[in-house]
């Protein structure tokens, strides 16, 4: 049952490169909530489940898409990610908040409900 679960959130999440970013993000008609991340970082990781639960709790209000910084390192110096995670909010296209590091759980869901407009209990 949790496989299942974790399959279903997994399909809720895209994963962004360069080739899909000017549709996914840029013409996005909802928010985006994005997550720059690398494969190989322990902190990313560490916030895996704040994102699955933002991607469990969209409801076609927003999307929640991944960045991996190392795939697509234009988009990651486009919008000056230093360091990974990194979370931004876009809107109509531009980014209008975020957030760098080990986030409190509170802290993206607080994104989310300032930015989106969604209330997600976590």
């Not at 000017?22 to 690398?38: C, N, T, Y």
């Not at 080990?102 to 300032?114: A, F, G, H, S, Y």
Request: some cysteine; glycine content about 6%; overall charge negative.
């Amino acid at each position: 049952m949790e496989a299942d679960r974790k399959k279903q959130v997994m399909a809720m999440k895209i994963r962004v490169t360069s080739e899909n970013y000017r549709q996914e993000i840029q013409e996005s008609d909802i928010p985006v909530l994005v997550e720059f991340f690398a494969d190989w970082c322990g902190k990313c990781a560490m916030m895996e489940d704040t994102v699955d639960l933002a991607a469990a709790n969209c409801g076609g209000s927003f999307k929640v898409c991944q960045i991996e910084i190392e795939d697509s390192a234009d988009l990651a110096e486009k919008f000056q990610v230093e360091i990974v995670p990194t979370f931004v909010v876009f809107r109509n296209g531009e980014p209008v908040s975020a957030a760098a590091g080990v986030l409190n759980r509170e802290v993206v869901l607080d994104m989310i409900r300032e930015e989106i407009g969604l209330e997600i209990s976590g």
